[in-house]
């Protein structure tokens, strides 16, 4: 299951301590490929093998209702969607292909004939409109709304105004038109892209689909692999299913199975487990052991240090920008320079990271080249002659510099709590800059708990003045949602003219011009890199560790789970 599919942004502040990131590929290595399995024999099919995941699934095996990366890590096996995301983060057909009206409102899709559930029977497009249509009603309990809420008719379904949505007609079986209420470059980005088999949830109301048969015990896909047994919360177990419309899978079955990370590398060792996601504080065991090769792919999140510059006003809907403390671009900036981001990384993340300039993921296609924009290396000196022609002066001699009126000058940072060395990490951090003469101090004197970090900062609590974040990203670079001035997650309460223009710009009908749009987005990452309404620390990175008989795998930015069709065991010597 693509991630961008379980929601249009996954919007979770996470613990601050980063997973590694990303090591430097080698000359003539393309970046981020995925380093395959070192084998030159031909597959072969037949065997089993375990997916290990650090903690116990939730069971819920329906994309529409699923939450969390437990649970689509399974339907990664068993479902497919209708269209796929490539490498640089595009949209492309998979089961359906699409003609879309020159005024772009009326897209009409075209189903491959022959694709089969689970159960034998025949994808149709009812199957997608049922899949719609759930979403979109009034008793759908789950998160995917945004998803449908664009097709014209929509509203009045979910409010119960209509038993129809007049954006939807089945044409034929293998061909669905959809209507949508206003023109939107990235509509297919949006658009929900996961069928449900009509027939297998006749009689099921929506409101109890959630803990159905059909989605907790025995769940039903498109997909290489078909779910066989469930132990709730501990293993799923799938066979190959040999009607997958992409050709047999070479696996006879795949186990998923729930395991303690501290057991992460004796698990790995021992053949317990052939692929999973590496914890942080497992990294370095599991790079060390012989049968196991790390594979490395950039993440769709990236770890940032927010300046608060004012309020969410909760009347009016939007960021009021009413804190002068961070108005002089220079002070931001200086702040920028004088972190060693690439030493923190180093000492703290085991030596992996990929540093960034911008909120755009480096595997995206609208991610600016770091040649046309400013990459603030660590470079002190330039901080403090930053910071001394802003008039943040020493004026007492003790070290810390007053502001420009000649007041004490202190900045209050967050952060939370969690991993082994979040408390060394930050302290590193603040003396960066008390190394330039900033008197940075932790906000409080601790690191916060998770749930009172998310209040802080959330609620623009006044003591909340620097903080420390990760925020995780869709496939799409549209960066509404984060940065507008009307978006409640627009944490840091910054907002520009020209910014809000740019990222209108990028979704107006002009962008329909795919290089127009790249080129817009460019513009904006210049302003952002300029402007520095935040420090972008670097980009997380996914860790996946495969034992060395299992061949085939690939990584990218959006899953470790990847063609497992193409899956295969070598017999090790």
């Given at each position: 299951?693509?991630?961008?599919?379980?929601?249009?942004?996954?919007?979770?502040?996470?613990?601050?301590?980063?997973?590694?990131?990303?090591?430097?590929?080698?000359?003539?290595?393309?970046?981020?490929?995925?380093?395959?399995?070192?084998?030159?024999?031909?597959?072969?099919?037949?065997?089993?093998?375990?997916?290990?995941?650090?903690?116990p699934?939730?069971?819920?095996?329906?994309?529409?209702?699923?939450?969390g990366?437990?649970?689509?890590?399974?339907?990664?096996?068993?479902?497919?969607?209708?269209?796929?995301?490539?490498?640089?983060?595009?949209?492309?057909?998979?089961?359906?292909?699409?003609q879309?009206?020159?005024?772009?409102?009326?897209?009409?899709?075209?189903?491959?004939?022959?694709?089969?559930?689970?159960?034998?029977?025949?994808?149709?497009?009812?199957?997608?409109?049922?899949?719609?249509?759930?979403?979109?009603?009034?008793?759908?309990?789950?998160?995917?709304?945004?998803?449908?809420?664009?097709?014209?008719?929509?509203?009045?379904?979910?409010?119960?105004e209509a038993?129809?949505?007049?954006?939807?007609?089945?044409?034929?079986?293998?061909?669905?038109?959809?209507?949508?209420?206003a023109?939107?470059?990235?509509?297919?980005?949006?658009?929900?892209?996961?069928?449900?088999?009509?027939?297998?949830?006749?009689?099921?109301?929506?409101?109890?689909?959630?803990?159905?048969?059909?989605?907790?015990?025995?769940?039903?896909g498109?997909?290489?692999?078909?779910?066989?047994?469930?132990?709730?919360?501990?293993?799923?177990?799938?066979?190959?299913?040999?009607?997958?419309?992409?050709?047999?899978?070479?696996?006879?079955?795949?186990?998923?199975?729930?395991v303690?990370?501290?057991?992460?590398p004796?698990?790995?060792?021992?053949?317990?487990?052939?692929?999973?996601?590496?914890?942080?504080?497992?990294?370095?065991?599991?790079?060390?052991?012989?049968?196991a090769?790390?594979?490395?792919s950039?993440?769709?999140?990236?770890?940032?240090i927010?300046?608060?510059?004012?309020?969410?006003?909760?009347?009016?809907?939007?960021?009021?920008?009413?804190?002068?403390?961070?108005?002089?671009?220079?002070?931001?900036k200086?702040?920028?320079?004088?972190?060693?981001?690439?030493?923190?990384?180093?000492?703290?993340?085991?030596?992996?990271?990929?540093?960034?300039?911008?909120?755009?993921?480096?595997?995206?296609?609208?991610?600016?080249?770091?040649?046309?924009?400013?990459?603030?290396?660590?470079?002190?000196?330039?901080?403090?002659?930053?910071?001394?022609?802003?008039?943040?002066?020493?004026?007492?001699?003790?070290?810390?510099?007053?502001?420009?009126?000649?007041?004490?000058?202190?900045?209050h940072?967050?952060?939370?709590s969690?991993?082994?060395t979040?408390?060394?990490?930050?302290?590193?951090?603040?003396?960066?800059w008390?190394?330039?003469?900033?008197?940075?101090?932790?906000?409080?004197?601790?690191?916060?708990?998770?749930?009172?970090?998310?209040e802080?900062?959330e609620?623009?609590?006044?003591?909340?003045?620097?903080?420390?974040?990760?925020?995780g990203?869709?496939?799409?670079?549209?960066?509404?949602?984060?940065?507008r001035?009307?978006?409640?997650?627009?944490?840091?309460?910054?907002?520009?003219?020209?910014?809000?223009?740019?990222?209108?710009?990028?979704?107006?009908?002009?962008?329909?011009?795919?290089e127009?749009?790249?080129?817009?987005?460019?513009?904006?990452?210049?302003?952002i890199?300029?402007?520095?309404?935040?420090?972008?620390?670097?980009?997380?990175?996914?860790?996946?560790?495969?034992?060395?008989?299992?061949?085939?795998?690939?990584?990218?930015?959006?899953?470790?789970?990847?063609?497992?069709?193409?899956?295969?065991?070598?017999?090790?010597?």
């Open positions: 299951m693509s991630k961008h599919i379980i929601g249009r942004f996954v919007l979770l502040l996470v613990l601050t301590v980063m997973l590694p990131a990303c090591s430097v590929p080698r000359p003539g290595e393309p970046p981020y490929a995925a380093r395959l399995s070192k084998s030159a024999d031909e597959p072969v099919a037949g065997g089993m093998i375990t997916y290990g995941y650090s903690s699934f939730q069971g819920i095996f329906e994309p529409a209702f699923c939450e990366e437990d649970d689509a890590n399974v339907l990664d096996f068993t479902t497919e969607a209708m269209f796929t995301v490539n490498d640089d983060l595009s949209t492309a057909p998979n089961i359906a292909s699409w879309e009206s020159e005024d772009h409102t009326v897209f009409t899709f075209t189903i491959k004939p022959g694709v089969r559930w689970h159960n034998g029977d025949e994808l149709t497009a009812e199957d997608w409109k049922f899949a719609l249509e759930t979403i979109a009603s009034p008793d759908y309990t789950g998160s995917r709304y945004y998803s449908v809420e664009m097709i014209k008719g929509v509203e009045a379904y979910h409010l119960g038993k129809e949505i007049t954006g939807l007609k089945v044409m034929d079986p293998y061909t669905l038109r959809i209507t949508m209420n023109a939107r470059v990235n509509m297919i980005d949006n658009l929900w892209a996961y069928p449900m088999n009509k027939k297998y949830f006749e009689g099921v109301a929506v409101k109890d689909m959630p803990d159905s048969d059909q989605v907790r015990r025995h769940p039903i498109t997909g290489p692999f078909m779910v066989t047994n469930i132990v709730a919360g501990q293993t799923v177990e799938m066979k190959r299913f040999d009607q997958y419309f992409k050709g047999k899978a070479l696996l006879d079955g795949i186990t998923y199975k729930a303690d990370s501290t057991e992460t004796a698990l790995f060792a021992d053949g317990s487990i052939d692929i999973g996601t590496v914890p942080r504080d497992a990294y370095q065991a599991v790079s060390q052991l012989a049968n090769e790390i594979m490395v950039p993440g769709l999140s990236y770890e940032y927010g300046f608060k510059f004012g309020h969410w006003d909760e009347a009016e809907g939007q960021v009021v920008m009413d804190n002068p403390k961070f108005q002089d671009k220079r002070l931001r200086a702040m920028y320079y004088a972190l060693d981001r690439e030493g923190i990384i180093n000492k703290f993340s085991y030596g992996l990271g990929t540093l960034i300039e911008t909120p755009i993921p480096s595997s995206s296609w609208a991610k600016i080249d770091d040649a046309q924009i400013d990459t603030y290396p660590y470079l002190p000196e330039k901080a403090k002659t930053l910071l001394d022609e802003a008039g943040y002066l020493d004026t007492d001699g003790d070290g810390l510099r007053e502001d420009p009126g000649g007041k004490k000058f202190t900045i940072y967050d952060a939370m969690g991993g082994k979040a408390e060394a990490r930050t302290a590193a951090i603040l003396q960066n008390r190394d330039v003469g900033l008197d940075v101090r932790l906000n409080g004197g601790a690191l916060k708990e998770l749930n009172d970090f998310y802080a900062v609620s623009d609590d006044p003591a909340v003045e620097l903080f420390n974040g990760v925020w990203l869709a496939s799409d670079p549209d960066p509404s949602g984060l940065w001035a009307t978006d409640s997650w627009n944490y840091p309460r910054w907002t520009s003219e020209r910014s809000e223009q740019l990222i209108r710009d990028g979704i107006s009908p002009k962008s329909y011009d795919k127009f749009r790249k080129q817009v987005y460019y513009e904006w990452q210049k302003l890199n300029d402007e520095v309404p935040m420090i972008f620390f670097s980009e997380r990175s996914n860790i996946t560790a495969v034992n060395k008989r299992l061949q085939g795998v690939t990584v990218n930015a959006m899953s470790n789970i990847r063609d497992p069709q193409n899956w295969w065991i070598k017999e090790m010597n």
